[in-house]
């Protein structure tokens, strides 16, 4: 609905950078989807056919084959977040943050099948280190403390003997922080409409249909980068609480409890490692609030499993929330990842404060596209951080 001008005292507000207009209908204020907004979702469209042409093209052609030796490295580490079933019925925001169990299974098999060996992300050092030609290895990671890591992904890991480590945001944990990225998504997949009352306005972004879904999605995800994080999130989980959606209760149903996190913790092939107390861009923050989130994330970690980690994950993990002083933060780790993309090599043993991380991604889910990744030909074409150095 674009609404028609001068049917309320309102002729025009801003959110973030969009134009408002009221509408003859309703008090509340409209908020069209400019054209700007239309092309961008065409473009991340195109983006993914590009991707994936190109990523089918390097397998094809066995350029990603037969790429050097130096540009595969001695390994990797993969980057998960949710892993469970695929549900058709709803709105996936995030569909590049999920895999299913079954996707797991066979690129755990693939992985091998490549010669490389399946290692805990703590012995990564140990392997960079050593001079020996041995087999190269992966590290399997997953990121926020999801439930399905403990439902879907264990009995995987399990089934194959495979170490895997889980960044739990020990906010998330405790339920103390929601998951501001779930809430937005559910909110979204509930309503044909959201109102979004800014104190001024009542503002109202169209979500009927997956179109206007995603792009209501990307917008709100937009301004949460430009205003303050905490107070971003407070009120987005009055919004969603205004459409029927608890933010409480999304927390409660996406990750996992203290309970079930030391059931995962029990398995001997998982390991806990920090992702802060609640996974805000460290970036954003002042150095106070750094350091806190970085101690609170592992002694709320140890309170609940007896033991503080000895890993950590910068929360969203790329140049964009990272740089030097949030390297100089996470110095009491063994190590720290990034999801900045590579394949690691000896010099990581000067970096291990920002090591690459390989993403698997749902969008991209053929075991012969990740080893087109694993090759790390595609990361040449990529744009290069020098500040993650
Ligand atoms: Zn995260």
Known sequence: ?????????????????????????????????????????????????????????????????????????????????????????????????EITPEFLDALIVHVRSLGYEPIALGDVPARLAARDDGPRFVAFTL?????????????????HAVPFTVFA????????????WQTLEKTVAAVDELFWDTGD????????????????????????????????????????????????????QEVMNPAELRRLAASPLATIGAHTWSHVNLRRVSHDRLADEIERGSAEIADLLGS???????????????????????????????????????????RLGALPRISVNGHYQRVEWVSVLMSGLPFRLIPHHPELD
């Open 1 to 97: 609905m674009t609404g028609t001008k001068g049917a309320s005292a309102v002729s025009s507000v801003k959110f973030g950078g969009h134009e408002a207009r009221p509408t003859a209908a309703s008090p509340a204020v409209s908020v069209p989807f400019t054209v700007r907004e239309h092309l961008r979702h065409l473009f991340l469209d195109a983006k993914f056919v590009a991707i994936s042409a190109t990523l089918e093209a390097l397998h094809l052609s066995r350029a990603a084959a037969l790429a050097p030796d130096r540009l595969r490295g001695r390994g990797v580490i993969f980057t998960l977040h949710h892993v469970r079933p695929y549900d058709p019925t709803t709105f996936h925001a995030s569909a590049h943050l």
């Open 143 to 159: 990121d926020d403390g999801y439930r399905d890591n403990l439902v879907h992904a264990l009995p995987v890991f399990e089934r």
């Open 169 to 180: 945001t020990s906010g998330f944990v405790t339920r103390e922080r929601t998951v501001w």
């Open 201 to 252: 306005h009542r503002l109202r972004f169209g979500c009927a249909g997956r179109l206007a879904k995603a792009m209501t999605f990307r917008r709100v995800v937009d301004w949460m980068n430009t205003v303050d994080e905490d107070w971003a999130i407070s009120t987005l989980d009055r919004i969603a609480g205004e459409h029927g959606v608890s933010a409480t209760a999304v927390v409660d």
């Open 308 to 350: 503080r980690p000895t890993v950590f994950a910068y929360p969203y993990g790329s140049h964009a929330s990272i740089s030097v002083r949030e390297f100089a933060a996470a110095r009491p780790f063994d190590l720290a990842v990034t999801t900045e993309p590579g394949t690691l090599s000896q010099a990581h043993l000067d």
